[in-house]
Nanobody
Framework: QVQLVESGGGLVQAGGSVRLSCTAS????????MGWFRQASGKEREFVAAISWGGYITYYADSVKGRSTISRDNAKNTGYLQMNSLKPEDTAVYFC????????????????????WGQGTQVTVSS
């Protein structure tokens, strides 16, 4: 059972940056697509970004496109989400998710397609 642990959250001023990490407990991460989702207080969890396990396919939500970068280092069993120009509306708990796939060029964008989830890390953006 793959376990995912997020880190890197915290309190950031508007306009600042944050780099979230997601470290997996097993090597199967290297053949798993990875996604980031977030859930603001009182709202449903929403898609943020996704990356194929080959690393060549990435998707972003419109709300973060152009100021976020998803990446991964399979040798370290770790994925990342770099977010810049942060806004107060980016405040949320950020979750990483993974799903083993045979297709290295597929990156799911819906929660139901992911089989493993981390516990989340809080990002708070102050105005």
């Amino acid at each position: 059972q793959v376990q995912l642990v997020e880190s890197g959250g915290g309190l950031v001023q508007a306009g600042g940056s944050v780099r979230l990490s997601c470290t997996a407990s097993e090597r199967t991460f290297s053949t798993s697509a990875m996604g980031w989702f977030r859930q603001a207080s009182g709202k449903e969890r929403e898609f943020v970004a996704a990356i194929s396990w080959g690393g060549y396919i990435t998707y972003y939500a419109d709300s973060v496109k152009g100021r976020s970068t998803i990446s991964r280092d399979n040798a370290k069993n770790t994925g990342y989400l770099q977010m810049n120009s942060l806004k107060p509306e980016d405040t949320a708990v950020y979750f990483c998710a993974a799903v083993p796939l045979s297709n290295n060029n597929y990156a799911p964008r819906t929660q139901g397609q992911y089989t493993h989830w981390g516990q989340g890390t809080q990002v708070t953006v102050s105005s």
